[in-house]
């Protein structure tokens, strides 16, 4: 069993600084937001993005993968009342000259084996697609 721990600290009433192991983050928890910093919502979804960096990282030497860079695009959608969010959508877009079937097998990878998009798959609609840079598409809304 792995653990993990973070401390936060409140700076002041617009931000709290975050800390683990030697690094630290600027959060932006005041009500009136901040534009130098993430919010909670935004550190949630570059959670999910560092996670699913990290599963690509960890398969393509296993698959024997070939890629040039990584551009993972996160779009969630909030509701009010009771504050959730409702839906989760992503574009993990990949420089790689691999076969589209490759492409598919990386997408299984990530998706099957990513600690942050397991439990949020668990508790919200987490849905998106893994292509080939240069072939954009417009995540929905």
């Keep these: 069993m792995q653990t993990y721990t973070v401390t936060a600290t409140r700076l002041d009433s617009h931000g709290t600084r975050m800390t683990c192991k030697s690094a630290e983050l600027l959060a932006d928890t005041g009500p009136c937001g901040r534009q130098d910093a993430f919010n909670p919502a935004e550190l949630l ?18 698959l024997r993968f070939s890629l040039q860079g990584v551009e993972i695009r996160l779009r969630a959608e909030r509701q009010d ?4 969010i409702t839906q989760i959508d992503y574009e993990i877009l990949v420089d790689t000259d691999e076969a589209d079937h490759r492409l598919e097998l990386l997408h299984q990878n990530v998706r099957k084996y990513g600690t942050i998009s397991n439990t949020l798959a ?6 998106g697609v893994l292509r080939r840079a240069g072939v954009r598409a417009t995540l929905a809304g």
């Design 45 to 62: 979804l570059a959670a999910l993005a560092a996670c699913m960096v990290k599963g690509i990282e960890r398969v393509t030497p296993m």
């Design 81 to 84: 009342v009771p504050p959730r």
């Design 122 to 127: 668990a508790a919200v609609p987490l849905e």
